[in-house]
């Protein structure tokens, strides 16, 4: 006790580095949202590895200068944490998407389409943006977002919709610190993306003096400089620049089917990818190849033509319930101590984290409230919203499990709460107050690159691997992160739009759809129910055989990520991770394999920080430079 007493005491949070995390979150996260680019795209975000590992080299010069200046651990943790939290409240599949329809339909009503007849009365004014003069701007020609109209007639909007965000991510912070000891201690989850920040960040587990390391960190460097010097002067040879496109090879029915798919070579993801287990990643890139091979049978036979074939959004919908079910149910004593500690009972487990327990479960509760509140003054049904709410947390939770345990690169859960109740309810159900709604709420509804849950958990995780306390003030910083992420990123995402012209594809998906919705009302889908049920039941089948035999190589979770829409880019590279690491372990064992980990954090901090530096060298010259995705 008096070793790890002594080790934790270094370890508290200083007021004055909030302060600092919270400047440099604020600066950072405005720049990310201002910018086009993909570090919100997979699990790891590139600016937040980034930043701690130039605060990390910092903490070398600062050393030799004035060591009370030292950022400790837990304060390189602390700016980590609300890096992270903040760009996953601003980024992909939420902040982009909400600036997108909020004024979509007022812009692109036209008589033929009849929206205005069919929905415009139902569309609050407080949570939209009506004037056609302001929104010329976003759709057409390039402004700024700060003239002083333009500004006033986004701000209430905004104002409200920031409302709903943070209080949506408090609710995530309070579920999290529920489940945080089931899944940290009790089944001592693995988090696979945690382990690159927490090689940086802890002193204990640094892998910088190694120097296995530095070469995977220098060969990938070496490789991203001349990819981006190709990108800048083509006629410098890229050597694994570009992806080739295997579409162009199959041009006839029924190989057409296999719609866009990409063979590129993206470090950072082959990086990541060694971490995960080999059932998972061999499942992923298997069960992408079975959805597309599945897409070819049923062109030709022609099964095409059936509504959502080959149902791959429909049964990962049912594949979902039955994992989350699951989940909790192997959490079910937990969750039961939790319930009897916050209501004082004498058999409750967690006494001494009773104020934790009860602060989340009445945050949560009134978070809840105010959310369905919220959704039923916007004009949405309760019933509607405590649906359409819990089915997002529901996949949230799930998202936040499947990172925890096994980490895969990125997380794009197309699994959505209002075609689930489409489907498995009616349209015709539905007052048209509340299908309008749906439609509004689409950014809320639709994949979770982003989602801040795993990453507020992966934070707590690290904590607790630093004997971090001062829980209160890690998440007063937390409060802070989403507080300033939200509002820098509707802010930056605006005057990116503003600056280049903002994009349509989400309105275009959305407002027709609930067009369609209005003119033909429909009953229960059996064809939904159908997709559903096996999606559930295929589920539950690789669950019962990946539990008990062990040489089943082809895990559940696999077969609801193989059909990811980024997988078109990532599945090579994961692959490519795959067989490394099978070979690694077919050859060597486990101990080959540790001794190997070091160059694959090196391969994936190398490529993070090149990346990070063409975007920077990019945004600073007006140039178009590397991506995280060679688009």
């Given at each position: ?321 039955v994992l989350f079910f699951m989940f909790i149910f192997w959490s079910k004593r937990h969750l039961w101590s939790v319930l009897k500690t916050v209501f004082h009972s004498k058999t409750g487990n967690y006494e001494g984290e009773s104020a934790q327990y009860t602060f989340a479960v009445i945050g949560l509760l009134l978070g809840m409230a105010f959310l369905v509140m919220f959704c039923y003054y916007a004009g949405m049904a309760i019933w509607v919203a405590v649906i359409f709410l819990c089915g997002f947390f529901v996949v949230s939770i799930l998202v936040t499990r499947v990172r925890a345990e096994l980490g895969p690169p990125t997380h794009d ?214 991506d995280f995705v060679y688009w």
């Open positions: 006790m008096e070793n790890r007493s002594s080790s934790t005491a270094p370890t508290k949070i200083r007021f004055s580095v909030i302060i600092l995390a919270t400047v440099i979150m604020l600066a950072e996260n405005y720049a990310v949202a201002s910018t086009w680019n993909g570090f919100s795209l997979n699990s790891l975000f590139i600016n937040a590895v980034f930043m701690i590992f130039v605060l990390s080299l910092l903490n070398l010069l600062l050393r030799k200068i004035n060591n009370k200046a030292v950022l400790r651990p837990s304060e390189l943790l602390t700016i980590y944490m609300m890096l992270v939290v903040a760009t996953s409240s601003a980024g992909h599949d939420t902040m982009e998407m909400l600036t997108q329809t909020i004024g979509h339909p007022f812009w692109f009503a036209t008589p033929e389409n009849e929206w205005e007849d069919l929905f415009f009365r139902d569309l609050p004014k407080w949570l939209t943006v009506q004037d056609r003069g302001v929104l010329e701007g976003f759709y057409t020609y390039n402004e700024s977002f700060y003239e002083p109209i333009v500004f006033k007639t986004w701000l209430k909007p905004l104002l409200f919709w920031s409302a709903f965000l943070i209080v949506l991510y408090f609710c995530m912070v309070c579920i999290n610190m529920i489940l945080r000891k089931q899944w940290t201690e009790n089944e001592k989850l693995s988090f696979p993306v945690a382990q690159v920040p927490l090689g940086i960040i802890s002193p204990k587990l640094s892998i910088a003096k190694n120097k296995i390391y530095w070469y995977g960190f220098g060969a990938t460097v070496l490789l991203s400089l001349i990819n981006g010097l190709h990108r800048l002067y083509p006629m410098i040879p890229g050597i694994t620049y570009d992806k080739l496109d295997l579409t162009v090879y199959f041009t006839e029915k029924p190989w057409n089917a296999i719609d866009v798919t990409y063979i590129e070579f993206l470090p950072f993801i082959l990086g990541l990818a060694y971490f995960i287990p080999v059932s998972l990643s061999f499942s992923i890139w298997f069960f992408y190849w079975f959805w597309k091979i599945e897409m070819v049978l049923g062109s030709a036979i022609g099964f095409q033509y059936l509504p959502w074939f080959p149902g791959y959004w429909v049964q990962g919908t049912g594949a979902i319930a859960f197309p699994f959505t709460p209002s075609s689930f109740m489409s489907g498995m309810i009616g349209t015709k159900r539905f007052d048209a107050s509340s299908l309008t709604q749906l439609a509004l709420f689409k950014f809320l509804d639709y994949g979770h690159r982003s989602n801040p849950m795993p990453h507020i958990l992966e934070s707590f995780y690290i904590k607790e691997k630093l004997h971090v306390g001062q829980m209160g003030i890690f998440i007063g910083a937390m409060v802070i992160a989403i507080v300033g992420g939200t509002l820098t990123g509707m802010l930056g995402n605006l005057q990116r739009c503003y600056a280049t012209t903002g994009q349509t594809w989400v309105g275009d998906w959305a407002f027709p759809e609930l067009s369609n919705w209005l003119r033909y009302p429909s009953g229960i889908s059996y064809l939904y129910i159908i997709y559903y049920v096996a999606g559930g039941i295929i589920t539950s089948v690789l669950v019962v055989l990946s539990r008990y035999f062990v040489w089943w190589p082809f895990h559940p979770l696999g077969y609801i990520l193989g059909g990811e829409w980024m997988l078109r880019y990532l599945w090579f590279s994961i692959f490519l991770a795959w067989f490394i690491k099978w070979l690694v372990l077919k050859f060597g064992g486990l101990k080959a394999y540790r001794q190997s980990i070091p160059i694959f954090v090196g391969i994936t901090m190398g490529d993070a920080v090149m990346l990070a530096l063409w975007k920077i060298y990019g945004n600073a010259f007006n140039k178009w430079t590397l």
